[in-house]
């Protein structure tokens, strides 16, 4: 119990995986969204400099 064969919904191969997505997925996904954090923090950042946010605006 615990392992049986599933078709991961990334890459769609069949394997042995406890979840519906495979480790080597997984992985990607994580890095990717660990990425896709990092690009929208920096355009955050980017964004606020932009807008010239002033310490004294009171
Ligand atoms: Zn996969």
């Known amino acids: 119990m615990?392992?049986?064969?599933?078709?991961?919904?990334i890459c769609g191969?069949?394997?042995e995986m406890t979840d519906a997505i495979c480790d080597p997925?997984?992985?990607e996904?994580?890095?990717e969204a660990i990425?896709?954090?990092k690009q929208i923090k920096k355009d955050a950042?980017?964004?606020?400099?932009?807008?010239g946010v002033k310490?004294?605006?009171k």
């Open 2 to 9: 615990g392992t049986e064969k599933r078709r991961c919904m």
């Open 13 to 15: 191969k069949e394997k």
């Open 35 to 37: 990425d896709k954090h």
């Open 29 to 31: 996904i994580r890095g």
């Open 25 to 27: 997925c997984k992985a």
């Open 55 to 57: 310490p004294d605006k």
């Open 45 to 51: 950042d980017r964004e606020f400099r932009k807008e």
